[in-house]
């Protein structure tokens, strides 16, 4: 995204890896949607800087007919977000509450931004009301 702003926190830069503390990332994707990325530190190694490490991640989400999703994985020490294709994947527990109040509660996620795909492992969905049958 061209209209995209950073934030950062502290940066730390070895021979190897560089290291952000407290990065943020938000910007617009094609269909209008906005998004909004940060975490508490992430790092990249030189050689691959396409590949970015996250520790405490969370991202909004808000679509352009008003439908909000908030991801966050809080314990994973295992999020990366690939620049090139656009995509996080966390490999530990993640939740996202949805604006009509609706949950999943997941072991891993892969979003495709570009694609605005959703893909979880080991997913519990919770709505905040299901239809029912009319009751006579």
Known sequence: SFGARFGIGKIEVTPDKIRVETPEYAGMLSDGSTYRVWAEDAEAYIA????????????????????????????AVDSVFDWASQTLTSNGPVVINYSDGSTVHAEGLVHEADRNRWTFTKAVVTLPDTPREEQE
């Open 48 to 75: 691959n800087t396409d590949l970015i490490s996250m520790t405490n991640v969370r991202v909004v989400l808000e679509r352009t007919d008003g439908v909000r999703r908030e991801a966050s994985a809080a314990h």
